[in-house]
């Protein structure tokens, strides 16, 4: 009885490690920024180049951080959420232009719309690699002293903006009223 | 016939062209400094590309990867050593970029896992062992199975020699 339950074992302790294993997104790294202050920046706005933005400007508010760039097709998909959640006046949304060009971003929001305050132009990716961005887009959540609270690498969902980002931007605000 | 002979070469060109154009067109100019290349090319190598996951840093073409491999050349320019590059890569990016973790406790399971795993592995065979050594019992010879082995024996090497 016995040499037939230990293959049935192993057998069953492997499809538990596969089903975990293969459930896992592997694009989904860790990010070591989670509680970390946001890397500090100034770039040239998107819309008013002579105009500059940084990350130090939106001390004291709970926002959102989106990173996303005209050649990336995800963030065609993440953006009427965007829109919506913009729209929804919950927290200010700030884009971070990733490699782009500047007409092209600025065709793209144009057509289909800006749900940005306003936008950071990062045309060389250098901010990109301090805030360890590999594939847009990315969103990080930042508090009001300045630290990254969350992010979703990827595109948001209807989902992960309910249950990660609105309740922690209730509880930061909370937060900082209490302060 | 004799048409067809010049054509197979002129099919494997047409074929091969695609690529070469391919290839050359994906080169960019890096530095003159082959020392530095060198070095960093050795660096990379142990650096994974976050876009294409399974390549590392130094193969990869993807834009992500040239652009940190721009920002390893400038800060090896600016003289920062190889573990400061490393740090500073692991701040952003996580122990992921490192093709070979360094030992923290979050990866003593990683690192010591499959010795954990083989000296299991071994305790349980030594016990399988030392169980069928017990299960079979050694019983010495009767004077009648002494005699019949020999008798056997006897007879082998008899026909051994014949």
């Given at each position: ?14 499809v538990?490690?596969?089903?975990i ?64 959640y913009?729209?929804?006046g ?36 250098r901010?990109?690699?301090d ?16 630290v ?32 | ?33 082959p020392?530095?290349?060198q ?15 399974n ?7 993807a834009d ?17 050593s190889?573990?400061e ?6 701040a ?7 093709y ?5 406790p979050?990866?003593?399971?990683l ?9 299991a ?16 019992p ?16 006897r ?8």
């Amino acid at each position: 009885m016995l040499r037939y339950l230990i293959p049935l074992g192993i057998f069953l302790v492997m499809v538990v490690f596969l089903a975990i294993g293969l459930g896992r997104d592997p694009r989904e790294v860790p990010s070591p920024l989670i509680n970390k202050a946001a890397p500090t920046f100034r770039l040239p706005q998107l819309q008013e180049p002579s105009k500059t933005f940084s990350a130090e400007d939106m001390r004291g508010k709970v926002w959102v951080l989106n990173v996303w760039a005209s050649w990336c097709v995800s963030c065609r998909d993440e953006h009427p959420l965007l829109m919506e959640y913009a729209k929804s006046g919950a927290v200010p949304i700030y884009g971070l232009n990733w490699k782009d060009k500047r007409d092209d971003a600025l065709a793209w929001l144009a057509e289909f719309g800006n749900p940005y305050v306003l936008n950071a132009a990062d045309l060389d990716g250098r901010v990109a690699i301090d805030y360890g961005v590999y594939g847009a887009p990315e969103t990080y959540l930042i508090d009001q002293s300045g630290v990254i609270r969350f992010k979703q690498i990827g595109p948001l969902t209807p989902d992960v903006w309910q249950q990660k980002f609105l309740p922690l931007v209730q509880q930061l605000n909370r937060e900082g009223a209490g302060r | 016939m004799k048409r067809v002979r010049w054509l197979l070469p002129l099919l494997l060109v047409g074929l091969v062209a695609p690529f070469a154009v391919a290839q050359v067109k994906r080169q960019r100019p890096v530095t003159d400094d082959p020392a530095l290349e060198q070095r960093l090319h050795k660096l990379s190598q142990n650096l994974r590309c976050l876009v294409c996951q399974n390549e590392t840093l130094a193969d990869s073409q993807a834009d992500l990867a040239e652009d940190l491999r721009d920002e390893i050349r400038e800060q090896m320019k600016a003289g920062k050593s190889d573990q400061e590059i490393i740090s500073f890569l692991t701040a952003r990016y996580g122990q992921f970029i490192l093709y070979k973790p360094q030992v923290t406790p979050t990866t003593y399971l990683l690192w010591f896992g499959p010795f954990v795993l083989l000296l299991a592995g071994l305790a349980v065979l030594f016990h399988y062992i030392k169980q069928r050594r017990d299960l079979i019992p050694e019983k010495p010879l009767t004077a009648d199975e002494r005699r019949r082995a020999e008798e056997m024996l006897r007879a082998d090497s008899r026909k051994e020699t014949a």
